[in-house]
């Protein structure tokens, strides 16, 4: 069955080392739109920081932002799904976020609050093109439920071990755990993530199956929606857990990989292969 939707990541699938689309993946999505194709962005990102590349790789579909805890549409402005975190797990998640000397970034009605500007911080802040609003205590703040809440840490061995801890206190029932970066530890609902998010877009907003859809990521964040589609891709450089999972793996963002894997699976479609593989050595 041909793919009607292909679904995009944004940072470290079609956003490399520049905050731009590289011209010869923009060519390859008009390419695949010129095909009948839509073409979707869900990124952990928030909806304003993520709205730039919408609008630059031509989509017209909702945005799927924050790891999927909001879809919203561009066109009109319309909510179609908001996941926030519940206020009580807001507030021992950031008891122990800060109690583990964390920057805590929380995510409220679209704008990113801090406890205070950090070096880290504002280099997220130039990179995203959000200004960051230092409040002290993000306690003071909650007026309403958070989208999302991210701990910034300092290695991944740190973000490992952190997530796995949080874990081993909130099953996947009560909360999402993930990473989009190896430094973030990222907190949402339990029935916000990417996988989800895609599902609703595909069955309820456009009555297609998964075997219509193709998926592109490099994270664990990106792990639901590539295990949900018929194509998902992983990254050259995603985690091992994630390419796993993958049915094929392209090179890396910096080689153009997602104009590469439009072109496998879109433009000259390929038999699918009978296991995972690489983009290197078929499996079959």
């Not at 695949?32 to 990124?43: F, P, S, Y």
């Not at 996941?83 to 009605?109: K, M, S």
């Given at each position: 069955?041909?793919?009607?939707?292909?679904?995009?990541?944004?940072?470290?699938?079609?956003?490399?080392?520049?905050?731009?689309?590289?011209?010869?993946?923009?060519?390859?999505?008009?390419?695949?739109?010129?095909?009948?194709?839509?073409?979707?962005?869900?990124?952990?990102?928030?909806?304003?920081?993520?709205?730039?590349?919408?609008?630059?790789?031509?989509?017209?579909?909702?945005?799927?932002?924050?790891?999927?805890?909001?879809?919203?549409?561009?066109?009109?402005?319309?909510?179609?799904?908001?996941?926030?975190?519940?206020?009580?797990?807001?507030?021992?998640?950031?008891?122990?976020?800060?109690?583990?000397?964390?920057?805590?970034?929380?995510?409220?009605?679209?704008?990113?609050?801090?406890?205070?500007?950090?070096?880290?911080?504002?280099?997220?802040?130039?990179?995203?093109?959000?200004?960051?609003?230092?409040?002290?205590?993000?306690?003071?703040?909650?007026?309403?439920?958070?989208?999302?809440?991210?701990?910034?840490?300092?290695?991944?061995?740190?973000?490992?071990?952190?997530?796995?801890?949080?874990?081993?206190?909130?099953?996947?029932?009560?909360?999402?755990?993930?990473?989009?970066?190896?430094?973030?530890?990222?907190?949402?609902?339990?029935?916000?993530?990417?996988?989800?998010?895609?599902?609703?877009?595909?069955?309820?907003?456009?009555?297609?199956?998964?075997?219509?859809?193709?998926?592109?990521?490099?994270?664990?964040?990106?792990l639901e929606m590539i295990r949900y589609a018929a194509v998902g891709v992983a990254m050259g450089r995603a985690p091992a857990a994630v390419q796993a999972e993958a049915v094929w793996v392209a090179p890396d963002v910096e080689a153009d990989g997602v104009a590469q894997a439009i072109e496998k699976f879109i433009l000259l479609p390929d038999p699918l292969p009978c296991t995972p593989t690489s983009a290197i050595t078929p499996a079959c």
């Amino acid at each position: 069955m041909p793919i009607t939707l292909l679904v995009l990541d944004l940072d470290g699938t079609i956003i490399g080392n520049r905050p731009e689309v590289r011209q010869a993946v923009l060519t390859a999505i008009q390419a695949a739109r010129r095909q009948g194709v839509k073409v979707a962005i869900a990124t952990g990102r928030m909806y304003r920081a993520a709205l730039p590349f919408y609008r630059m790789v031509g989509s017209e579909l909702p945005l799927i932002c924050y790891q999927g805890a909001l879809i919203k549409d561009p066109a009109d402005g319309r909510v179609l799904l908001h996941r926030p975190v519940p206020i009580e797990r807001t507030f021992e998640v950031l008891d122990f976020l800060e109690g583990e000397g964390l920057a805590v970034h929380l995510y409220l009605n679209d704008t990113l609050y801090v406890n205070e500007i950090t070096p880290a911080i504002r280099r997220y802040g130039e990179r995203t093109g959000v200004e960051p609003v230092p409040v002290g205590d993000l306690r003071r703040v909650l007026t309403a439920e958070p989208t999302k809440i991210l701990g910034h840490t300092d290695s991944e061995q740190t973000t490992d071990a952190l997530l796995k801890r949080l874990g081993e206190r909130y099953s996947r029932d009560v909360l999402y755990l993930t990473k989009s970066d190896p430094t973030f530890v990222e907190v949402t609902h339990p029935e916000a993530d990417k996988g989800l998010a895609v599902r609703f877009l595909a069955e309820q907003h456009l009555q297609i199956s998964p075997e219509q859809v193709m998926t592109v990521g490099d994270q664990l964040n990106d792990l639901e929606m590539i295990r949900y589609a018929a194509v998902g891709v992983a990254m050259g450089r995603a985690p091992a857990a994630v390419q796993a999972e993958a049915v094929w793996v392209a090179p890396d963002v910096e080689a153009d990989g997602v104009a590469q894997a439009i072109e496998k699976f879109i433009l000259l479609p390929d038999p699918l292969p009978c296991t995972p593989t690489s983009a290197i050595t078929p499996a079959c």
